[in-house]
């Protein structure tokens, strides 16, 4: 058995796949400590899993929410707001990350630890570029977003662009690149200025979307291969390991028109996710809007308590929060803002989506989910009803959707990621020649 440290960033979208990910590796007998921000604790009660919170201003606090988010007013959307997050929100909290994941890796300096992170969590970073403190065995890297590394045959992440691998497309995703790496300068500069602070030396520091992927000795994909956009040069530690189910120890509290859904001909979900879902006039409001005089039975789930939807109309329903796991298996199409997550597992259902997201990664995860043949992408995150309705009518009439998403479905149930991680872990874990 090994003695593995998980360490995620203080967001629902990575630490709570995370955490799920620990408690499976304790329950399979590793000694296992979880980092993430002190929010995050207490999902663990009952488990083998020991919590430790992160400090600082890596603690996901809302007061330095805050503070990021009041420093952006004074910032233009483009390249300086997007230079700006990557500082704030990535960079300057790692030295608090670094300083934890030394404190834990020192509490047993004779044992070999294993680190298991979600993409954005860096704190292990110094050390990979010689840092100086207590090293772990191995260090595995968990992909909650679609993939941010580059290749010859891509476009730069958060561009949107489908894969070209032609000679034509080669040269255009190697001109993109070189832009993309010369627009993110400054937060580059940012970084290998901390990470020389920590005593790193980032003399031949790769660009940081690629050294997400690269710098891991693994990096483990959470979904399938179909889902992702081939790339002939990704490094060999790259694998697809399945999409995470849907987490079986939520409560199912159901609502009282539940039997509604049971016994409707067709059922439509519609979704503004668990963090894009402040302003549900961007998406929620035109949906219904756009599917009132539809002959199917329209799930809203607002992901917050007290939430303004606007007009219900006579053949929709609105709850905060229903289990995936319950929903799923009723659902006939998706109208969703694109959390990576949650359209992954619809997908996982065999169940066709309808996507209007263009904040955070969603442009990426409309884009991929599109290029599948699974999804309609609307390419904003601000539809007009016509827009929606058409997508869905497409979306219902074209049964090409849904046998896209049940192709994926079952590539899907052919992946068990708990057991690829487990494996993965094992392969690092000391061996009984270790203990002689």
């Known amino acids: 058995m090994a003695r593995i440290l998980v360490a995620a960033v203080p967001h629902v979208g990575h630490a709570t796949p995370l ?26 009660a009952g488990t083998d899993v020991r919590f430790v919170a992160l400090q600082g201003i890596a603690d996901g606090s809302a007061e330095r929410m805050a503070q990021i988010v009041a420093g952006r007013s004074e910032i233009p959307e483009g390249p300086a707001m997007l230079n ?29 630890t294993i680190v298991i992170t979600d993409q954005s969590f860096m704190g292990h970073w110094p050390l990979r570029f010689g840092a100086p403190g207590p090293r772990p065995r191995a260090c595995i890297g968990i992909g909650t977003v679609p993939l941010s590394l580059n290749s010859i045959d891509t476009a730069p992440f958060g561009l949107g662009l489908a894969p070209d691998a032609s000679p034509e497309g080669r040269a255009r995703n190697a001109e993109l690149n070189r832009s993309v ?13 901390t990470l020389a602070g920590l005593g790193a030396n980032t003399d031949e520091f790769p660009f940081p979307m690629d050294a997400i992927v690269s710098l891991p000795d693994l990096f483990l994909q959470l979904t399938v291969a179909e889902v992702e956009y081939p790339r002939s040069d990704a490094p060999a530690g790259l694998r697809y390991i399945g999409i995470l189910p849907a987490d079986p120890a939520l409560p199912e509290e159901l609502p009282s028109w539940w039997d509604e859904v049971t016994g409707a001909r067709r059922v439509i979900l519609v979704t503004q996710g668990t963090i894009a879902n402040r302003d549900l006039g961007q998406l929620v409001a035109p949906a219904l809007e756009a599917l009132a005089d539809l002959d199917a039975l329209v799930v809203v789930t607002t ?7 606007g007009a219900i109309p006579a053949n929709a329903r609105v709850a905060d ?23 992954l597992l619809a997908l996982a259902a065999g169940v066709p989506l309808v996507i209007a997201g263009r904040t955070e990664d969603k442009v990426e995860v409309s884009a991929r989910l599109a290029w599948t043949g699974a999804a309609i992408n609307l390419e904003t995150s601000t539809p007009a009803p016509h827009e929606v309705r058409k997508a869905v009518d497409e979306l219902l009439n074209n049964g090409a959707y849904r046998r896209n998403a049940q192709r994926l479905a079952a590539s899907t149930a052919r992946h068990d990621p708990f057991d690829a991680i487990a494996a993965a872990v094992a392969e690092f874990a000391p061996s009984d020649a270790d203990a002689m």
């Open 19 to 44: 955490r799920r990910i620990a408690v499976d590796l304790a329950a399979r007998g590793h000694d296992v400590v979880f980092l993430s921000g002190p929010a995050f604790g207490d999902a663990l």
């Open 84 to 112: 700006y997050e990557f500082i704030k929100a990535f960079y300057e909290p790692i030295p608090d990350q670094f300083a934890a994941v030394q404190r834990i890796l020192a509490e047993a300096p004779d044992a070999t």
């Open 181 to 193: 790496e010369a627009m993110f300068a400054e937060s580059t500069a940012v970084l290998k200025e």
């Open 303 to 309: 992901g917050h308590s007290g939430a303004e939807v």
């Open 321 to 343: 929060f229903i289990p995936y796991t319950a929903l799923l298996p009723h659902l006939d199409a998706v109208v969703t803002n694109g959390g990576y997550g949650g359209c």
